[in-house]
DNA sequence: GACTATTCTGACGCCGCGACAACAATTGAC
DNA sequence: GTCAATTGTTGTCGCGGCGTCAGAATAGTC
């Protein structure tokens, strides 16, 4: 079963063929305007060959959704090797938030899509638990590097509050600022100009709250942030571009 | 003008009797559950008739945004009215977010549809409007405290962090965490039992770590948010049942 | 080259949105 | 009270999209 005959590896490459069509589509003209008449013309595949892949559309998103999350977390695992204290691989993290948000914006669009109701229930759940595994990944290296700061005694957590639970707090105010920033109607008008780097100063702000050692102001953490992005975005440029042939 | 004869008045009574009617249905089986012709069939009036109310589905769903997010208008109005320092009032928003996520559960889903590409373009500019200026009435109250924290010097504001700024960040933690709480395939799996004791922590650290005052331990700010439950929650279900007859 | 298994095809059934022409009710003028 | 004119209501129709399936085509086997 090792062995693929040519016909196993043409159809192979079809999936991907199939996803790397559908996802422009899906980004431009959102979920309904995603028609499977329309991405079998353009695959120049009748329908029906579409759904040998697929079984339906749902599926699709689903996939796309999970080849995005897997850059995510490639970001996320060379955010967390790099060497120093806890606080700084914390914030190399952050950095990864952003570049995923500024370079990969399509692939965050994409995350968005597994969290609507009715395309998450519809799709299988072979694939279902993939995106979830991904998820959890992504989560066990940030809890990682919070333990291992308790570890080095870089951070006491408080009393009932698990390194999960502080990773989640991290996790929602970068998700949270940036579903906002994409989607909320007048964010410019409201007097916020750059969310990334107010965002920046709000981790930084929840780092010392938590003290978490080295304690930074806002210019010595926004020197660090610049500093490990330019130190990782080659990094991360090559995985964006290993995973978008 | 002002006076309406008795057909209008019908009319007007009958617009919210279709959102009545809607709103249980987008939230159990989604916008695609929503159907015209069953919300027809389950008003007993034609089709057509629904028609002359909203001119398609994606405006009876930012109808239904608009009278949920109307609701967490008036609980931030009335957490931003109570007695003390600032910092309480702020915590009361925190306390309001609670209520409306746990007491609310629905409406707090319905806001989350007016993000979806594709239900905000397709509707009306007046309706886009209503909601925008909802928002931006929100955020105005959330600001307002911050200000007057400043101008009672119990917070410094950080050098280049507007009012409006720091708001971003409660908003984005606050928001993040909800959706996040409500949508993430396996949070209790990943160890976060209780999104809301977790967040109140979150808060408080991040208030702390702005230095407003009076700083607080997590003891001391829960005891007070308990406090502020205890005093806001009759007012919060009266705004509730105010707004579901 | 014949025969089987697998893959591909596109027409079809069904459903839902939104339009619209025909029809009913209401209003206002006299 | 009668009769337009206006306003409101109806439900059928066209269009387009999803997913299916019986039959055509192709690949694989001996």
Partial sequence: MVELT???????????????IARPILIS???????MD?????????????????????????ALVAESME???????????IQGPARLRMMALGVACEFYTQHCADDFAMEQWVRQQGIWDKSSEKRQNLIRQCEEQCMAIVAGIVRDAVLRQELVLPES???EELVFGFWAINYGSQVLSHTSPSLPSLGISNPASVIRIHC?????????????????SNQESEALAEKLFPV??????RNRA
């Fill in 204 to 220: 930084c702000t929840l780092l010392n709250g938590f003290h978490w050692n080295p304690v930074m102001d806002y210019a010595r």
């Fill in 38 to 62: 329309r991405l079998a013309f353009q695959m120049e595949y009748a329908k029906g060959t579409i759904y040998n892949h697929f079984k339906n559309k749902e599926e699709i998103v689903l």
């Fill in 236 to 241: 991360f440029w090559t995985i964006k571009n």
């Fill in 71 to 81: 850059i995510r977390r490639s970001l996320f695992e060379q955010s967390g090797i």
């Fill in 161 to 163: 509050l698990g390194a």
């Fill in 6 to 20: 040519r016909k196993q590896r043409e159809i192979e490459l079809r999936t991907s063929e199939i996803l790397r």
């Fill in 29 to 35: 003209d959102g979920f309904r305007g995603l028609s």
